[in-house]
């Protein structure tokens, strides 16, 4: 580089608003649904949620409603449920089987992460699962 040539120079601009300590979050556009309740007897029903989640609020990330999300996919490949793109029941024990499975996989991978009633909602629903899982396939 010659000593009469402009340095190259390289400018970083910070665009990420900050929250000042003073101002306080805003509240969501409605206060969060809370998880969905398992009942506990023999053979507890799984139904979908009522009504879809308020986009302006984001989806529900929980460890709860991931688990119900995969208990709802796993009854519609029972059979039990109809599915909600066709309307139709279809049996898939295979990915009913994969999502059981991923269902224990999570147990083992979130022990000690759980609140209580994650955790029991969790042990509900595989045992639930597993129990029409059997019951099909006595019946096939």
Known sequence: MAPNEPEDTFKVTDRRRRQDADELPRPAASAPEPPPRVQSSAAPSIAPPSAPADPASGPDRSLAGLFMMLA????????????????????DLAQAADAIDLLVLLREKTE???????????????????LRYVRVTKRS
């Open 112 to 130: 000690g992460n759980r609140s209580g009633e994650e955790s029991q909602i969790l042990e509900e629903l595989i045992y639930d699962l597993q």
């Open 72 to 91: 709802s996919s796993t009854v519609v490949a029972l059979g039990d449920a109809p599915d909600p793109v066709t309307g139709q029941r279809q049996m």
